[in-house]
Each structure stands twice: as C-alpha cells, then as structure tokens.
C-alpha cells in the first residue's frame, strides 16, 4: 500500500524535461511510479496542478534559527525542501566560549536568539548532536564559515595569519568535513573574513577540496571590483581544485551595472579550463545585510562593538565621512552603490524601533541631523548591530545572471522573528523567480527554471536522491497552482506567505498546506560524503 497517491497532475520532473501527465506515489519516503491498481493510505487529487520536486535553496542562513516555526515556515511555505547553509563566512560553529559575544555579533545579521547549549559548539561534531535534536520541516546540508573560524583562532586581527594559526583554522576546517558538512563560505566585505588574503583563503580550500566539497564566496567586491572579486574566486578554485560556488551574484551601483557581462565571461572561460563553478542568485534588485555593511572594514579590527563605540567620536566620523564620499576608498561602498543614502531602507534595529521600515534620509530628516549622521546614531545606538535593504541592482543584470547556464536559486534570506520587518527574499524567492521571469516575463520555460531550483542544486551541493521525480527518490515535492501562483512578500510586508503553493512533502511527509505549517517534520540533517 502506497502512503500517498498523486493523481491527476503535470508533472514537471526537475530535468528540463517538458511537462507531462502522470500519477505519482509515495512510500516509505521514496517516490515510485508504480501506482497502477495500488491502494493508499492518502490520495491527494491534483488535477489542474503543477507537481515539482522540492525547491533546494542553495544560499541559506536558515542554520542561525534552525527549529523555530517562523524558520520553518519561511522556507517550505515557498516551496522549498532543502537548504544549504552556513553561508557568507558566518556559521554557528566552530565556537570559541571566551569569544562568545563577538560570535553574537557576527551571527546577528541573521539571528536575535542564542541557544543555552551555543558555548559548547566548540566543533561540527558537537554542533551535530545540538542540530539533531531539532524538529525540522525541511532538509538541511552545512557550509562552515570562514568568519567563524577566523574568529576562533584570531579574532578580529586584521593581518595574516602566523603558520600555527593557520594550521589551527585547517585543523578545525578538517573537523568540519570529516563530521559532513558541505565545505567551507567566505564573506570577503564582513570582518574578520575580509581580512584575509587570497593565499589564506587558498590553502584553506585545499582541505576543502580534499573532500571534493564546495568553497561558496560573497565576494570581496560585488560593485566597481566585482570583475577583479570573480577572478579572486576562480583563482582559489585553480589553485585549490576545489568547487566553487560564487553567492548571489550581483552587480551593485548604477555606473556598474552591465559589468555582469565580463563576470560571465570569466567564469565560462574557468569552466572551460576546467574549474567547477556554480552561481547563485535571488531575483530581486534590492539586498539585504547588516547596516553596519556601510562603513569599511578597517574600523572593525576590535569588533562590532568596538566599531560603533568608535563612532561616538566627532573626529572619527570627520574621516569616516570623507572615507563615504570620495569614490577612491576601496571598498565596497554600499552608500554609492545605492545612489546615496535615499536608496537605504532600514529594516531592523535592536534598540531604535522607530527607524525601522523607513529609508535613512527620511529618518535622518524625521530627527533633524545628516543622513551620515543619522547612520553614525543609529549604529552607535544599536551597538553596531543592525539590518538594512540596499537597492542597488538593474534588472538587466539580474536577468542575464538567471539566464547563465550555471545559475541556481538562493533566498540568501534573514528573518530573524515573524514581527520584524525583512527582505522579501526570506519568504518569496522560490514562488517570485518562477512568476517574475517565467510567468510574468517569459525568460524561460517553466521546465527550465524548476530545473535551475531543482536537479541543478542537487547536482552542485551533492546531494543523493533529491532535485528530481525519478523512481526510488527521496519525496521531496511541491505542489503548486500555477494560475494562482503569487509572490505576495514585499519591502513593506515581508513576513507573509507566497499564494499558490498548495502541499509541500519533505520525505514524504506533508509539512505545509492550506496556508499552514501541518505540524509535522519531515526534515532530515544531510551530511557530505567525499
């Protein structure tokens, strides 16, 4: 007896293969063809209905709330049946417990909670059996983060790393893959990872590739250097032979834009000699990161805190103004990057409530200062801490990027809490690329974008029996109305959920319909193996 009877649906199989009528069943977790003249314990009648394999979101940062309903919900209720995290060089291990408060700060672009058991997170291992005790709606496989492991052995020093210190962070890199996780994210514009040199970030990849896992980067630059960051990239993969991933793949600032085409260029000319690359994208053209993303990574060498202490100080803010202004400052300038401070909406602070949900220069004129001042406040207020939406990006970029062969889906979304304002990418990506560049646009096939959020993460995160309806795989699946199918999130409204998606089964197990999380967990912790 079948566990679950699909009838009546287009199946689209996740290959690219053209959509086709057929009935599909599940079992023990597995999917099977096999459902001619077979009973079932359920049957779900899905005539008029697109029947997919659940979507893998291949940039996740859904390890920093891992369990908690709202993290649930935000993800399956898009679609989405597994995710890769660990991204942008911040993960929740390996922890050093005297360091503890700068790990809070470093994760909290991404979480407003810290578990009791944290302090013991001193390896992947022991991260391992806090994460299994969990109740998850969805899979999840784990990147470590280079900021973190940076952290552990060197704080925030802004400087090479000694030979012991750099054989610590590879001693403790190993740990990670020898336990199962994916590899290893870097976040060349956060601190410490910023402080680290192609040479540094080679020879960690080494280990990395020694697993055959994935080195996943946010470039060092995703503006005016963006060409020269793609190239740092592909260079760690040659000398490295690892994979790489380049993370939602971008070009900020409006004298930038179309630099997108020299980007894909390089990577299809690396692709060619060889080295495997991997892009992921989210498809909208606004970002979202810390707030403190605006000031350059020199001021941080003693951490957040230290950072917004120093801006207390008029003399410091003197210079940090003309460090902003003056086009020259190599760095990546988010408040060029949007086009002043008009183009930077505030979506969290800690203590400032009133700022949220407004853009910078209309909070700055609400309190009667500069828009650079209004900056300088806030982070001095919040201790640093902070989250802020850039929009920055052309859609011409955005949709020559989806386009690329090599391109996969990612929300690289932060939802820290239901009630906070967020990016619409934490709860609309999945549903918004399929109806922005298919539905709405025609970019594509419909085949073709469930493929790039489907078999082509699996094949490049290495994961077995999932990213497409074959017989004898895992069921993972979305069911969705296509009519119907709308990404409702916004930049006023974030937290809310995409209409359309009808039934979401993650190992067979239904997860969320009507609306709703079912209450059930289907979600397993997926380990790497070389």
């Given at each position: ?523 397993k912790i997926l380990l790497h193996k070389k």
């Open positions: 007896m079948l566990d679950i009877l699909i009838q009546n649906g287009t199946l689209i199989d996740g290959t690219g293969k053209k959509a086709f009528q057929a009935d599909i069943g599940i079992t023990d977790g597995k999917i099977t063809f096999h459902t001619e003249q077979a009973s079932a314990r359920q049957v779900i009648n899905a005539h008029g209905k697109i029947v997919c394999p659940g979507f893998i979101d291949f940039h996740s940062h859904g390890d920093m709330v891992l369990g908690q309903d709202f993290a649930k919900l935000c993800k399956v209720s898009q679609g989405i049946t597994t995710e890769i995290a660990g991204q942008c060089g911040s993960s929740m291990f390996p922890v050093r417990p005297e360091k503890l408060e700068l790990y809070k700060t470093l994760l909290s672009v991404g979480t407003a909670t810290y578990p009791d058991d944290m302090p013991n997170w001193i390896t992947f291992q022991r991260y391992l059996e806090y994460a299994k005790q969990l109740p998850l709606a969805a899979n999840i496989k784990f990147l470590v983060g280079h900021g973190s492991l940076r952290l552990a052995v060197m704080g925030y020093a802004c400087r090479k790393p000694t030979v012991e210190e750099l054989e610590t962070m590879k001693h403790l890199l190993r740990e990670c893959m020898e336990h199962g996780a994916l590899g290893m994210s870097s976040g060349l514009i956060y601190t410490p990872s910023a402080y680290a040199e192609t040479d540094e970030l080679a020879e960690l990849a080494k280990v990395v590739a020694e697993y055959d896992g994935l080195y996943a980067t946010h470039m060092r630059n995703e503006s005016y250097d963006v060409v020269n960051s793609v190239k740092e990239a592909i260079e760690i993969g040659r000398r490295s032979g690892v994979r790489v991933s380049i993370s939602h793949h971008k070009v900020c600032g409006k004298q930038n834009w179309g630099l997108s085409r020299e980007t894909l260029a390089l990577v299809d000319k690396a692709i060619q000699d060889g080295i495997r690359i991997t892009l992921d994208q989210y498809p909208y053209t606004a970002s979202m990161t810390h707030l403190n993303a605006c000031i350059p990574p020199w001021y941080f060498t003693e951490g957040i805190p230290a950072m917004a202490e120093k801006l207390k100080d008029p003399e410091v803010r003197k210079k940090l103004e003309q460090e902003i202004n003056d086009p020259t400052t190599p760095f990546d300038n988010y408040v060029r990057n949007c086009g002043g401070y008009e183009g930077i909406f505030i979506s969290s602070c800690p203590v400032t409530h009133e700022a949220e949900g407004k853009f910078l220069s209309d909070y700055a004129a609400e309190t009667g200062v500069t828009p650079f001042q209004a900056l300088c406040n806030l982070l001095a207020a919040n201790g640093g801490v902070g989250t802020a939406i850039y929009h920055c990006m052309s859609e011409e970029d955005l949709d020559r990027i989806i386009s690329y062969p090599h391109t996969v889906v990612g929300t690289d979304g932060i939802c820290r809490a239901m009630e906070e304002k967020a990016h619409p990418r934490a709860f609309g990506t999945f549903v918004r690329a399929i109806c922005h560049f298919q539905k709405e646009r025609n970019l594509m096939s419909l085949e073709e974008i469930i493929r790039k959020m489907t078999s082509l993460p699996a094949s490049r995160a290495m994961l077995e029996n999932k990213g497409a309806l074959a017989e004898g795989y895992d069921a993972d699946l979305v069911i969705f109305d296509y009519d119907t199918l709308e990404d409702t999130p916004n930049y006023t409204h974030s937290n809310q959920v995409c209409q359309g998606i009808e039934s979401v089964i993650v190992n067979g197990t239904i997860v969320y319909e009507h609306g709703a999380l079912t209450g059930a967990h289907g979600g």
